[in-house]
Each structure stands twice: as C-alpha cells, then as structure tokens.
C-alpha cells in the first residue's frame, strides 16, 4: 500500500495568535502514525499523538497537545493534516504555534517535500 511521507524535515516560522515569534516542525520518521515531541526537549520520549494527550479549552474554544509540563496549543491547524494521508510524522514547536487561521499554509509548506512510497 503506497503512503505519503516526508522526504525532509520542514520548518514553519512565522507569528502566534499574539504576534510573537514561533515555529513548527514535522520531521519524516520510519514509524507507523503521527508523534510529539513536547518542548521538554529531545531527552523525552516521543508522544502518540491520541486521544490521551489531547484537551479540548472550552472557554477559547481550541484544542492542545498536553503533557506533564508541556502544551501545544492549536493543534487542530496541524492535526486536520493527519487526515490528508501524510504518516510517519513528527510534530514539534513553540507552545503556541505560527498560526494561519487555517491549515492550508502548512500543507503548502509541507507539499513540496512529500514523496509517495511503498511503505
């Protein structure tokens, strides 16, 4: 069954909802589904992104990535993404990502550098 992966890593700068600097990465890896990794940095374990890690702030009205210390806020931007075929993905970023309003700016990021493969 052919799949779509990354054939790079791909980094979106930009400005959060507050105008502040922020960033947002997807890197390729060989596995299977979409992961996280939190902003306590490279020392932990990369996240499933699931059910388990996600909280719906009813009172803003978005949905973020959650950890013990860390939280990725916006996510449905970048998660509506998961849906498009793309797999073996891995998100990392500021806690409040560049945002868009939508997620059409990061596919257009991320079309260049998508392959289609075997596996």
Do not use: C
């Not at 980094?11 to 306590?40: K, N, S």
């Amino acid at each position: 069954m052919k799949k779509l992966r990354l054939a790079r890593q791909v980094t979106i700068t930009g400005r959060d909802v507050f105008g502040r600097l922020a960033y947002l990465a997807f890197t390729p890896t060989g596995m299977t589904g979409w992961y996280w990794r939190p902003e306590e940095g490279r020392s932990v374990a990369l996240l499933p992104i699931d059910f388990r890690r996600v909280e719906h702030n009813k009172s803003l009205g978005f949905i973020s990535l959650v950890s013990q210390r860390s939280r990725f806020h916006i996510y449905e931007h970048v998660g509506a993404l998961r849906w498009s075929g793309l797999d073996g993905v891995i998100v990392e970023g500021s806690t409040w990502p560049p945002y868009h309003g939508r997620p059409f700016e990061v596919w257009e990021a991320l079309l260049p550098h998508i392959v289609e493969t075997e596996s």
